[in-house]
T-cell receptor, first 116, second 117 residues
Framework: AQKVTQAQTEISVVEKEDVTLDCVYE???????LFWYKQPPSGELVFLIR??????QNEISGRYSWNFQKSTSSFNFTITASQVVDSAVYFC?????????????FGQGTELSVKP | GAVVSQHPSRVICKSGTSVKIECRSL??????MFWYRQFPKKSLMLMAT?????????EQGVEKDKFLINHASLTLSTLTVTSAHPEDSSFYIC?????????????FGNGTRLTVT
């Protein structure tokens, strides 16, 4: 069965620190997709990134970077030089097989608090 | 980008009444929409998958008679919480996928905070 684990429930950092959010997943699929979403205090979910299982290239987008390692079934997310506006709950998610509807399985979320 | 509109954003209702939540895909067609429920400080729990023109698929443990889902068109799905009780108070979020494959990201509505008094 598919499963996503975000072991860090809460992280608190001071502004300008780098922070890494961990995500470990389980799946028997050979083809799958991984996602990260951000949920600020207002509640909406904001899509950050998608990665398919055949693409292990790391990605960088501004202060955000993602490290996908199939060997360890991990898809970690790093924020460089964190800012107060980065404070939010971050969810890692895995897509279920398409013949099961393709729905997303979410991790428990990591609440990031960036203090000035 | 793809936009999903969810209405209302907040609703307070009395115990025993029914509440309808609408979810619309504004600039794309969504044959499938998903309804999630989120408790405070918790992850998103999938309630059901809404399929246009057919019955919704409910997750285990979700009462289909209590949470009625209708997906009458390619851009609209509704969730009706029937005979609401205080334990139904929660944050409900709908989502839709813009694209035919599961690699397309889900786009989420802004959520509906339901409070049952």
């Amino acid at each position: 069965a598919q499963k996503v684990t975000q072991a860090q429930t809460e992280i608190s950092v001071v502004e300008k620190e780098d922070v890494t959010l961990d995500c470990v997943y389980e799946t028997r699929d050979t083809t799958y997709y991984l996602f990260w979403y951000k949920q600020p205090p207002s509640g909406e979910l904001v899509f950050l990134i998608r990665r398919n299982s055949f693409d292990e290239q790391n990605e960088i987008s501004g202060r955000y970077s993602w490290n996908f390692q199939k060997s360890t079934s991990s898809f970690n997310f790093t924020i460089t030089a964190s800012q107060v506006v980065d404070s939010a709950v971050y969810f890692c998610a895995l897509s279920e097989p398409y013949n099961q509807g393709g729905k997303l399985i979410f991790g428990q979320g990591t609440e990031l608090s960036v203090k000035p | 980008g793809a936009v999903v509109s969810q209405h209302p954003s907040r609703v307070i209702c009395k115990s025993g009444t029914s509440v309808k939540i609408e979810c619309r895909s504004l600039d794309f067609q969504a044959t499938t929409m998903f309804w999630y429920r989120q408790f405070p400080k918790k992850s998103l729990m999938l309630m059901a998958t809404s399929n246009e023109g057919s019955k919704a698929t409910y997750e285990q443990g979700v009462e289909k008679d209590k949470f009625l889902i209708n997906h009458a068109s390619l851009t609209l799905s509704t969730l009706t919480v029937t005979s609401a009780h205080p334990e139904d108070s929660s944050f409900y979020i709908c989502s839709a996928r813009d694209g035919g494959d599961r690699g397309s990201p889900l786009h989420f509505g802004n959520g509906t905070r339901l409070t049952v008094t």
